[in-house]
Every structure is written in structure tokens, then in C-alpha cells.
């Protein structure tokens, strides 16, 4: 079956880096877009980068020019990296794609950037 596999969370200080990994398996992986997206408290859940099987991305107008998205087909993993964290950043951070007709989504990683 299908499993997102989220890592890399943490505490960070504004200004500061963090790097998520997703570990993907189930799935034809370098057949797959991919997303990253978050949720704060008492936030509806939101995209913040994509990135599809060619390697194209896009991004969410508050994230553009901080954050990175990436993918490795031989490990079937897609990174989120995320510099010049601010602390809205903070929140629950979940792995996405889209198998024959279903969403799935990872157990999410919690980031939580102090000011």
C-alpha cells in the first residue's frame, strides 16, 4: 500500500534552516507529482511546494525564494528545504500525492520556528 513517510522536524530559531525528507513507497514514484503542505493551528491546510515528475516546481507565494523542493526517483524521497524560516512557519508540515484516483498523505512532521 501507499506510505508517506515524513522526517526532519524540529525547534528552530527564526532565520534558521530545516530540511524534510519524505520516504515514498506503493507506488511507481518517478511517475508521481509530489506536494508538501502545512497546517497551523486553526489553519486550513495549505500547499507550499510541488514539485511534478519532470522536476517542475512551484511554490507558494510565502515560501518563494526561502524554501526548496526536490526529489530523488532511486530513493523515492522528496526533501523540502526551508531556509530563512520565519515563525508563521510553524506548523504541521505533511507529505502528498495522488494514487489512482486517492489522496495520500504522510503522519506529518512538526515545525516550530521560535522568534
Known amino acids: 500500500q501507499v506510505q508517506l513517510v515524513e522526517s526532519g522536524g524540529g525547534l528552530v530559531q527564526a532565520g534558521g534552516s530545516l530540511r524534510l525528507s519524505c520516504a515514498a513507497s506503493?507506488?511507481?514514484?518517478?511517475?508521481?507529482?509530489m506536494g508538501w503542505y502545512r497546517q497551523a493551528p486553526g489553519k486550513e491546510r495549505e500547499l507550499v511546494a510541488r514539485?511534478?515528475?519532470?522536476?517542475?516546481?512551484n511554490f507558494a507565494d510565502s515560501v518563494k525564494g526561502r524554501f526548496t523542493i526536490s526529489r530523488d526517483n532511486a530513493k523515492a524521497a522528496v526533501y523540502l528545504q526551508m531556509n530563512s524560516l520565519k515563525p508563521e512557519d510553524t506548523a504541521v508540515y505533511y507529505c502528498?500525492?495522488?494514487?489512482?484516483?486517492?489522496?495520500?498523505w504522510g503522519q506529518g512532521t512538526q515545525v516550530t520556528v521560535s522568534s
Open positions: 506503493g507506488f511507481i514514484f518517478r511517475f508521481n507529482s
Open positions: 502528498n500525492t495522488f494514487v489512482r484516483g486517492n489522496d495520500y
Open positions: 514539485i511534478d515528475s519532470l522536476g517542475s516546481t
